[in-house]
């Protein structure tokens, strides 16, 4: 059974820093690109990073410089590390792996609230 399980969410003041954990289980987690994703408040989700599976990695310009997606597979997890937090950050982020265009997989998202 495929589970994937986001966390580290939570309340952080402007400037401060969080590090979301994706763990993965159910599928061979290591060939899977990671996505992660996330969706404020009356708006679209959005495709923030990804992470292929020989480590190769890219964030969107909005996060560039502050964001770092890492993915560690012996641990069927990878991670978001997020720094100098701004209020429009604030958002639901949601990890993905994708195996293939019928085979990718959705957590249940963790929230991220950037508020003084």
């Known amino acids: 059974q495929v589970q994937v399980v986001e966390s580290g969410g939570d309340l952080v003041q402007p400037g401060g820093s969080l590090r979301l954990s994706c763990l993965a289980s159910?599928?061979?987690?290591?060939?899977?690109?990671v996505r992660w994703f996330r969706q404020a408040p009356g708006k679209e989700r959005e495709l923030i990073a990804h992470i292929n599976s020989d480590g190769s990695a890219l964030v969107t310009d909005s996060v560039k410089g502050r964001f770092t997606i890492s993915r560690d597979n012996a641990k069927n997890t990878a991670y978001l590390q997020m720094n100098s937090l701004k209020p429009e950050d604030t958002a639901v982020y949601y990890c993905?792996?994708?195996?293939?265009?019928?085979?990718?997989?959705w957590g249940q998202g963790t929230q991220v609230t950037v508020s003084s």
């Open positions: 159910g599928f061979t987690f290591s060939t899977a690109i």
């Open positions: 993905n792996p994708y195996l293939n265009f019928a085979h990718h997989y």
